[in-house]
């Protein structure tokens, strides 16, 4: 089996690393496995399972447990928030939309849009509507930023695990207009 946990930005929306922003090009990861002793060239699907549906599909292939309808698939990035003092952004995917949340909702249409280029958020306002009260129901992570201990901020920075946290008051920026204003024009 070969699966990642993330992919990479590669500057598609403004972002040339990943955690800032919730696109196909950063959530959508490859995913191979081969059992033993399977003789076919095996299949392709293209339609998204989240890493949580990996070991209940391979386990159901195995017949030991039963196959499970596909979940939504929830992503959340705090990385903006806690770094960068931008709003946070969460996402959710179900069937072929993705609607992100963030201070200006997002809706895409994954299968005539792949490249995440045509937002359909004031077009289709039924379905932003509907996605984002599936969002709602899932909890959301963040709390305020808290203090932390001296010595511990310094040990969890020597590992690369924080940076300096920035707490800002007001309405936070838009990850996606803040990637953008970064970008260099080519």
Known sequence: MFLSDHGEGLMD????????????????????IKFPGATSRGSRSVK???????????????GIAKGRLPKPIYSETLYPRIHLGWSELRSLIVDRDQYIEGPRGELYDLVSDPGEAHD?????RRTAARSREKLHTIPSTINP?????????????????????????????????ETRRRTPRR
């Open 13 to 32: 929306h403004g972002e040339d690393q990943h955690g800032i922003l919730l696109y196909r090009e950063a959530l959508q990861v490859p995913l191979m």
């Open 48 to 62: 998204p399972i989240g890493l949580s549906e990996v070991s209940p599909m391979i386990l159901s292939y195995l």
């Open 120 to 124: 359909l958020a004031s077009t289709d």
């Open 145 to 177: 930023l808290q203090a932390v201990d001296p010595e511990e901020a310094r040990k969890l920075a020597a590992l690369g695990y924080i940076g300096t946290p920035r707490n800002r008051s007001g309405p936070l920026p838009n990850p996606r207009d």
